[in-house]
C-alpha cells in the first residue's frame, strides 16, 4: 500500500520549468538601455527611477525566465517602463495640486507615506497584465497544436 501511495504522488508532482537565461539576459539588456535613456532626467524623474527599476527587476526575473516569446516579453518590459513614466507624470500633477491646497509640510508627510504604496499599484497590475497576456499567448499557442 505504502509503494502505491509512494508513486501516486510523484505522478502528481509540478512539471519541471526550464529557466531561459537567454531571455532573461536580453531583458537585463533591454532595462539597461532604458536606464541610460533615462538617466539625464534623473534630477526630474528621481522616484520614477526607483520604482521603474524595482519593476524591471522584478519583471526580468520572475517573467522573462517564463515560456513564451522573446519579443512578446520585450515589448511588455518597454511598455511598463512607459506607463511607469506616465504614471509619475499624472502623479506629480497631482502632487501640485495637493501642494497648492493643503501646504508644502502637510503633503511632504503623505507624499513620503503613500508615494510607494501608490507606485506598488502599477507595478503589481502591469506585472500581472504581463503574465496574463503570455499566458493567454501560451494557451492559445497550445489550443492550435490540438486542432492540426
Request: aromatic share 12%; with cysteine; hydrophobic share 55%.
Amino acid at each position: 500500500m505504502v509503494p502505491l501511495l509512494a508513486r501516486n504522488r510523484q505522478s502528481i508532482g509540478h512539471p519541471k520549468v526550464k529557466l531561459n537565461y537567454r531571455h532573461m539576459s536580453v531583458g537585463v539588456g533591454v532595462a539597461a538601455i532604458m536606464f541610460v535613456i533615462y538617466s539625464p532626467l534623473y534630477s526630474i524623474l528621481e522616484s520614477a527611477l526607483i520604482s521603474i527599476t524595482v519593476f524591471n527587476f522584478l519583471f526580468i526575473f520572475l517573467l522573462f525566465p517564463l515560456e513564451g516569446q522573446l519579443f512578446r516579453k520585450v515589448y511588455l518590459l518597454v511598455g511598463g517602463n512607459i506607463v511607469g513614466v506616465a504614471w509619475y507624470l499624472i502623479q506629480l500633477s497631482c502632487e501640485g495640486a495637493s501642494v497648492f491646497h493643503s501646504g508644502v509640510g502637510a503633503f511632504k508627510i503623505i507624499a513620503v507615506v503613500v508615494g510607494p504604496i501608490v507606485d506598488l499599484i502599477w507595478i503589481v497590475s502591469v506585472w500581472s497584465l504581463g503574465l496574463s497576456v503570455l499566458a493567454s499567448a501560451k494557451r492559445r499557442n497550445e489550443g492550435d497544436g490540438e486542432n492540426n
